[in-house]
């Protein structure tokens, strides 16, 4: 693919994965920390169309441009959105690379269940100074299962529509 | 048919997706329980009784169809006697977490465990 193509792709998808970053922050949500994470949809689909560094790309600028829209640049979850997303992008790419096993749903889950984990990993470390935190892990990743799991659901479903277009066209 | 192959490669509910649930599952497991500290006896929804657990003690409280024996021990709550027929809230045995009940019916009782009032993210 040439270069113009691969940077145009890849600011479509940045510009995709940012609105539904926003989108989903306008949501009103129970208790503080939860998000469904339909980012990783977007970021996902790179992953596997474009490959890991494009889509770890993706992924800061995510957390970049989308911190600026909502306001919340280098604030404590400006910090935990970026390096969760690095360690869970790097996660999946493995699992892309290495999981033979696993469709998108598996990875999907991975994905959002090392984002988990990293964001209470440092909340607990960083923020309170020991491992406090740990009591929370077991119902967030029990929550991360479900929401993993639609976002990997719905990104399979959005890749088959996309690779039929791509042939098309 | 290349294409069609590649997407199956991504196809939901694969071998590894089933094993990567399971593991993640059994945080069931390490779901923390949080021992009470009160335990509020309700009868007919009208008289309430607060009794905090450290303390032993055997209450008498009388209920719709006769008198409950529920007794407060090292911490635990059971009903050790009732005069209800089937005798289920003598069967359920001690509960000392918090969120766990006792419930007899025909006396319209219902033991359950409290914990504090604050809980630890507001703390």
Same mark, same amino acid.
């Given at each position: 693919?040439? $270069?113009q193509n691969r940077i145009a792709h890849i600011s479509v998808f940045t510009a995709a994965t940012v609105s539904l970053f926003v989108i989903e922050s306008l949501i009103p949500r129970p208790v503080p920390g939860i998000r469904f994470g339909l980012a990783n949809i977007f970021i996902l689909l790179v992953l596997l169309n474009y490959g890991y560094k494009e889509a770890l790309l993706v992924g800061? $600028?995510?957390s970049v441009i989308g911190s600026i829209v909502i306001g919340r640049l280098f604030t404590p979850s400006f910090l935990l959105s970026i390096s969760g997303t690095i360690v869970s992008v790097t996660i999946m790419g493995i699992a892309v690379r290495y999981g033979r096993g696993l469709s998108l749903m598996g990875i999907s889950i991975l994905g959002a269940e090392s984002h988990t984990i990293t964001q209470v990993l440092i909340i607990s470390v960083l923020f309170l100074g020991k491992a406090s935190l740990s009591f929370l892990l077991p119902p967030f990743v029990l929550l991360s299962l479900v929401t993993g799991s639609i976002t990997?659901?719905?990104?399979?479903?959005?890749?088959?529509?996309?690779?039929?277009?791509?042939e098309v066209a | 048919m290349l294409k069609l192959q590649s997407n199956n490669r991504y196809r939901p509910l694969k071998i590894g997706d089933f094993v990567i649930i399971l593991i993640f599952l059994s945080a069931l497991f390490f779901i923390p329980r949080v021992e009470g500290k009160k335990v509020r006896v309700i009868v007919d929804k009208e008289k309430e009784f607060i009794y905090p657990l450290n303390e032993d003690r055997i209450l008498k409280i009388e209920g719709k169809i006769g008198i409950i024996m529920i007794e407060i021990k090292d911490g635990r709550v059971r009903v050790i006697e009732s005069t209800c027929p089937l005798k289920i809230c003598m069967k359920m045995g001690w509960i000392k977490?918090?969120?766990?009940?006792?419930?007899?019916?025909?006396?319209?009782?219902?033991?359950?465990?409290?914990?504090?009032?604050?809980?630890?993210i507001t703390e």
């Open positions: 693919m040439q $270069l800061i $600028l995510k990997g659901i719905s990104a399979y479903w959005l890749y088959t529509k996309l690779e039929r277009k791509v | 977490n918090k969120g766990e009940q006792i419930v007899c019916v025909p006396n319209r009782i219902l033991i359950c465990i409290e914990g504090e009032q604050f809980d630890a």
